[in-house]
Nanobody, 124 residues
């Protein structure tokens, strides 16, 4: 089993920044990719960003490209999405996800473990 614990969510004003974190623990594999997804109230969960094992490759949803940056610290088993220039439409519950294997994916079905989610309300 792999446990994922997210932190860093909270109310932020439009135009502001927030850095989330997701720490993995338990029986993590020797290499794994990580992803972030979000779910706004009444909507389906959608892809936000993903990063490969080494941190050398990332991929972003068009809606966050240029504003969000994902990074990781494998010594700490932690992934950090830095979210800048936040907009009210970024308001959602943000989930981190763990994928076996080194390559990233933007498909939610590729991920085997999910965090509990952290709320990010962005006020206008």
């Amino acid at each position: 089993q792999v446990q994922l614990v997210e932190s860093g969510g909270g109310l932020v004003q439009a135009g502001g920044s927030l850095r989330l974190s997701c720490a993995a623990s338990g029986r993590t594999s020797s290499s794994y990719a990580m992803g972030w997804f979000r779910q706004a109230q009444g909507k389906e969960r959608t892809f936000v960003a993903t990063i490969n094992w080494s941190g050398s490759s990332t991929y972003y949803a068009d809606s966050v490209k240029g504003r969000f940056t994902i990074s990781r610290d494998n010594a700490k088993n932690t992934v950090y999405p830095q979210m800048n220039s936040l907009k009210p439409e970024d308001t959602a519950v943000y989930y981190c996800a763990y994928k076996f294997g080194p390559y990233y994916s933007y498909y939610s079905t590729s991920y085997g473990y999910w965090g509990q989610g952290t709320q990010v309300p962005v006020s206008s």
